[in-house]
């Protein structure tokens, strides 16, 4: 434990004997039940830590473990260890810059950038910014570069949780107007009136308006309304799918999907994350696709039930590793 409590005269000592250098058993046993049960070399403590003098001090001595040094740096927030590790050659960029995300470390995040590594293998990297309100963090992500789909779902993040200042810099930075109309759902349905009339001044004169009434009673669970309003607001039933699985109003998303209303991928996400078994299982049904992101949401609120069930249904279940990233953090 010498390097994770910086005592760097022991450590060169034990480096001199080469005590240091435990097996990852020892390791591992010796820090069981704790915190630190994932960090396995003295390299990764000392990172974890900060210890600038006893990382350089172990990587002269040829300490491997580089890789999850970077990651340990990451998550502790150290600038200047992680660019000591990234000089003398630490892999596993992207991923780091996942950690570095999603613990809202934005000059980590930028240096990593500078280094290589690509926002497009950071599974929901702008979403999850958003998300938090990291507004830093979104802006060097965009700077950098993501596809119209991710500034679309950050939208709708940034519109669900009431952060009024990354709406604005999606919409500055241009999005289509379908994710406009799903971000005003979010915003409707949580209240954020400030965001919703951000929204409705930067969408087409009349584009929203014909289809709230659907919308709204999707979300209230209206099913007669509902049933009266569909011949009239066909191209707004794939967001009153969206919103009736949202609420978990079966008999609407049935209802909707009769009456051919598309955007089930986008519903089975939003099934999957309010925990709405039934509508999950309805959707994949009737051919709804999006199942890695359902997989993710599942995973972040711990649905187990939904993650096995996407996982049979062909979800990938990688991306379960990013969610342990986050909940790492």
């Known amino acids: 434990?010498?390097?994770?409590?910086?005592?760097?005269?022991?450590?060169?000592?034990?480096?001199?004997?080469?005590?240091?250098?435990?097996?990852?058993?020892?390791?591992?046993?010796?820090?069981?039940?704790?915190?630190?049960?994932?960090?396995?070399?003295?390299?990764?403590?000392?990172?974890?830590?900060?210890?600038m003098a006893i990382v350089q001090l172990l990587l002269t001595n040829g300490a491997n473990g580089k890789e999850g040094a970077l990651h340990q740096a990451v998550r502790g927030g150290h600038l200047a260890v992680v660019q000591l590790l990234l000089s003398s050659g630490a892999d596993g960029k992207d991923e780091a810059l996942a950690v570095a995300v999603f613990g809202a470390h934005t000059d980590i995040a930028r240096l990593l950038l500078a280094h290589g590594a690509e926002v497009k293998y950071v599974y929901g990297a702008l979403s999850y910014a958003a998300e938090k309100g990291h507004?830093?963090?979104?802006?060097?992500?965009?700077?950098?570069?993501?596809?119209?789909?991710?500034?679309?779902?950050?939208?709708?993040?940034?519109?669900?949780?009431?952060?009024?200042?990354?709406?604005?810099?999606?919409?500055?930075?241009?999005v289509d107007d379908e994710a406009k109309d799903e971000a005003l759902l979010e915003a409707l349905s949580e209240g954020h009136i400030a965001i919703v009339q951000l929204l409705l001044t930067n969408c087409a004169e009349g584009d929203i308006n014909k289809g709230v009434a659907l919308i709204s009673a999707a979300l209230g669970g209206h099913t007669a309304i509902v049933?009266?309003?569909?011949?009239?607001?066909?191209?707004?039933?794939?967001?009153?799918?969206?919103?009736?699985?949202?609420?978990?109003?079966?008999?609407?998303?049935?209802?909707?999907?009769?009456?051919?209303?598309?955007?089930?991928?986008?519903?089975?996400?939003?099934?999957?994350?309010?925990?709405h078994m039934d509508?999950?299982?309805?959707?994949?049904?009737?051919?709804?696709?999006?199942?890695?992101?359902?997989?993710?949401?599942?995973?972040?609120?711990?649905?187990?039930?939904?993650?096995?069930?996407?996982?049979a249904?062909?979800?990938?279940?990688?991306?379960?590793?990013?969610?342990?990233?986050r909940d790492a953090i």
């Open 1 to 51: 434990m010498a390097s994770y409590f910086g005592i760097y005269e022991l450590v060169r000592k034990l480096l001199m004997t080469k005590i240091l250098f435990w097996t990852s058993r020892a390791v591992n046993a010796s820090l069981e039940g704790t915190c630190l049960s994932e960090i396995t070399t003295p390299l990764s403590l000392a990172a974890f830590q900060g210890h």
């Open 135 to 174: 507004t830093a963090t979104a802006q060097l992500l965009l700077a950098k570069g993501v596809d119209d789909e991710a500034k679309g779902d950050a939208l709708q993040e940034a519109a669900r949780e009431g952060h009024i200042a990354i709406v604005q810099l999606l919409l500055a930075k241009g």
């Open 227 to 275: 049933q009266q309003l569909l011949p009239n607001g066909a191209h707004y039933k794939s967001i009153a799918l969206k919103a009736a699985a949202k609420r978990g109003h079966m008999d609407i998303v049935q209802l909707l999907l009769i009456n051919g209303a598309e955007g089930k991928d986008k519903a089975l996400v939003e099934a999957a994350r309010e925990n």
């Open 279 to 311: 509508i999950v299982q309805l959707l994949l049904a009737n051919g709804a696709e999006g199942k890695d992101k359902a997989l993710v949401e599942a995973a972040k609120e711990s649905h187990m039930d939904i993650v096995q069930l996407l996982l």
């Open 313 to 325: 249904n062909g979800a990938d279940g990688k991306l379960a590793r990013m969610v342990n990233w």
